[in-house]
């Protein structure tokens, strides 16, 4: 089992690049979500989906997309990359609220990512 | 909308010495989920403890323990004599159980800890 886990670990793009961040979970978690973690500060949301087929934007979703075709994987797309998007990108997943899970989020390694 | 601030930005003790870490949220909900995890060095994110605002119990694990009072909407976080490998950022997380929340958490902004031996 081997939870959640992200690829690159790191990666350096120029201005104006595309890439994935690639995102799997194999604990049949219903729900993920996307954040952010600028230097210095705490976790912001980008998105999330409660399943597939369903995303939805958090706090801040300008400059990404996300597709959720199955309920293991959850990419996260950078079409135009900034430098404003310099971060270390965490994926998490859940289980239902329903589940009794009590909304405990379990993470991702991790993918630092520089815009230059 | 939720809030959570972590005061202290950076704390620095000395091994063995207590440390307490305070979380103040903010919430219209009045059912919720207080969490924190902890961050070492190398940057994994790790679940360490999660209460229901309905259990205001305290907690101890070990030398950790958490103090939940709702009257003052705080959740703090205490280890007693502090090791080295404490020395991590930790953060403390709101999620509130509205129906259309969907699990998402807010995070405060993280206080780091240094343990010096």
């Known amino acids: 089992n081997a939870g959640v886990t992200q690829t690159p670990k790191f990666r350096i793009l120029k201005i104006g690049q595309s890439m994935t961040l690639q995102c799997t979970q194999d604990?049949?978690?219903?729900?993920m979500y996307w954040y952010r973690q600028d230097p210095g500060m705490g976790l912001k949301l980008i998105y999330y989906?409660?399943?597939?087929?369903?995303?939805d934007k958090g706090e801040v979703p300008n400059g990404y997309n996300v597709s959720r075709s199955t309920t293991e994987d959850f990419p996260l797309r950078l079409e135009l990359a900034a430098p404003s998007q310099t971060s270390v990108y965490f994926c998490?997943?859940?289980?239902?609220?329903?589940?009794?899970?009590?909304?405990?989020?379990?993470f991702g390694p991790g993918t630092r990512l520089t815009v230059l | 909308a939720q809030k959570v601030t972590q005061a202290q930005t950076e704390i620095s003790v000395v091994e063995k010495e207590d440390v307490t870490l305070d979380c103040v949220y903010e919430?219209?909900?009045?059912?919720?989920?207080l969490f924190w995890y902890k961050q070492p060095p190398s940057g994994e994110l790790v679940f360490l403890i999660r209460?229901?605002?309905?259990?205001?119990q305290n907690e101890i694990s070990g030398r950790y323990s958490w103090n939940f009072q709702k009257s003052t909407s705080s959740f703090n976080f205490t280890i007693t004599a502090s090791q080295v490998v404490d020395s991590a950022v930790y953060f403390c997380?709101?999620?509130?159980?509205?129906?259309?929340?969907?699990?998402?958490?807010?995070f405060g902004d993280g206080t780091t800890l240094t343990v010096k031996p």
């Open positions: 998490a997943s859940s289980l239902p609220r329903t589940s009794g899970s009590g909304d405990t989020q379990y």
């Open positions: 604990m049949n978690h219903n729900y």
């Open positions: 989906s409660v399943g597939a087929g369903i995303t």
């Open positions: 919430t219209r909900d009045t059912t919720y989920y």
């Open positions: 209460r229901n605002s309905f259990d205001e």
């Open positions: 997380a709101l999620s509130e159980q509205a129906s259309t929340n969907a699990g998402k958490s807010t």
